[in-house]
């Protein structure tokens, strides 16, 4: 693989869904029933691209001693096929490796490959939460989810492995135990980084419950030392809903919230 820059192709135009809000940069959405997964070879770096990744890395960790430098699955591209499905290709890396973007003048980048799960409310809403402090992006809300770990050698990565991995993420984060085939594939996300989302749209539950569940977690971690890594939960309906929040959400929250309140209805346009 050649040492220069890592794209994420653009699509082409009559088959992606721009979304544009006020509440953030351009975010992409997809359908997520026809995703296909191929892993290519790991990123190559040269000397000094390596130096400069460790100094970045290692100066993130002293600003931050919680970061771990555990197998992540990058996002190296996302284009349609011949049959008009997504093809995302991956690689195996580590965390040091996200931050490569952020390397002023930076030729190679990485953007990173997540799940997240919308789990409706009986009563039409969606569940957000708020990250915690010692986690690597303090007070912002987002879905529940996380980074894709990369499967063990011989074993694919598929949609079927992603909503396994969307389960643990929402049990986890949340305490709401739901099934891995109760997860329905709904949309993939692509926001200006590059960074590539597939998000699983879970059955609906009792709001009550919901809370129910994550305060349940809450008090388990607790009595353990810990935070969950969601330390507060709520409930929005529409992008509207975002202005309750106090503090900063990921750039495809909006986006998503839209989409599930106008599900037949065409993107929206607003202003950055």
Same mark, same amino acid.
């Given at each position: 693989?050649? +040492?220069?820059?890592?794209?994420?192709?653009?699509?082409?135009?009559?088959?992606?869904?721009?979304? $544009?809000?006020?509440?953030?940069?351009? &975010?992409?959405?997809?359908?997520?029933?026809?995703?296909r997964?191929?892993?290519?070879? /790991?990123?190559?770096?040269?000397?000094?691209?390596?130096?400069?990744?460790?100094?970045?890395?290692?100066?993130?960790? @002293?600003? %931050?001693?919680?970061?771990?430098?555990?197998?992540?699955?990058?996002c190296?591209?996302l284009?349609?096929?011949?049959?008009?499905?997504? &093809?995302l290709?991956? &690689?195996?890396?580590?965390? $040091?490796?996200?931050?490569?973007? @952020?390397? /002023?003048?930076?030729?190679?980048?990485?953007?990173?490959?997540?799940v997240?799960?919308?789990?409706p409310?009986?009563?039409?809403?969606?569940?957000?939460?708020?990250?915690?402090?010692?986690?690597?992006?303090?007070?912002?809300?987002?879905?529940?989810?996380?980074? &894709?770990?990369? /499967?063990?050698?011989g074993?694919?990565?598929?949609?079927a492995?992603?909503?396994r991995?969307?389960? @643990?993420?929402l049990?986890?984060?949340?305490?709401?135990? =739901?099934?891995a085939?109760?997860? =329905?594939?709904?949309?993939? =996300?692509?926001q200006? %980084?590059?960074?590539?989302?597939?998000?699983?749209?879970a059955?609906?539950? /009792?709001?009550?419950?919901?809370?129910?569940?994550?305060?349940?977690?809450?008090?388990?971690?607790?009595?353990?030392?810990?935070?969950?890594?969601?330390?507060?939960?709520?409930?929005?309906?529409?992008?509207?809903?975002?202005?309750?929040? =106090?503090?900063? +959400?990921?750039?495809?929250?909006?986006?998503v919230?839209?989409?599930?309140?106008?599900?037949?209805?065409?993107p929206?346009?607003? +202003?950055?």
């Amino acid at each position: 693989m050649p +040492h220069g820059p890592v794209r994420v192709p653009i699509l082409n135009a009559r088959h992606s869904l721009p979304v $544009r809000t006020r509440y953030g940069p351009r &975010v992409d959405l997809f359908d997520a029933g026809a995703l296909r997964l191929l892993e290519a070879p /790991p990123l190559r770096l040269s000397p000094g691209q390596r130096r400069a990744m460790d100094d970045a890395w290692d100066a993130a960790v @002293r600003a %931050n001693p919680a970061l771990f430098d555990g197998p992540v699955a990058g996002c190296t591209s996302l284009v349609r096929d011949e049959r008009d499905g997504l &093809v995302l290709t991956w &690689v195996r890396a580590t965390y $040091r490796y996200f931050v490569l973007r @952020r390397l /002023p003048g930076a030729t190679v980048r990485l953007p990173s490959l997540f799940v997240s799960v919308a789990q409706p409310s009986d009563d039409g809403r969606l569940l957000v939460g708020r990250m915690a402090s010692w986690t690597s992006s303090p007070g912002r809300w987002q879905l529940p989810g996380g980074s &894709v770990e990369p /499967p063990p050698d011989g074993q694919p990565l598929d949609l079927a492995a992603l909503r396994r991995h969307a389960a @643990r993420e929402l049990a986890e984060e949340t305490g709401v135990d =739901t099934p891995a085939d109760d997860l =329905t594939p709904w949309q993939v =996300t692509r926001q200006t %980084n590059g960074s590539v989302g597939v998000l699983f749209r879970a059955p609906s539950r /009792p709001a009550a419950w919901l809370h129910a569940r994550h305060a349940a977690l809450t008090a388990t971690e607790h009595a353990l030392g810990r935070t969950p890594e969601l330390d507060r939960l709520a409930l929005a309906r529409d992008p509207a809903g975002l202005a309750d929040l =106090t503090g900063p +959400h990921v750039s495809y929250l909006a986006p998503v919230l839209h989409r599930h309140a106008r599900p037949d209805g065409p993107p929206s346009h607003g +202003h950055h």
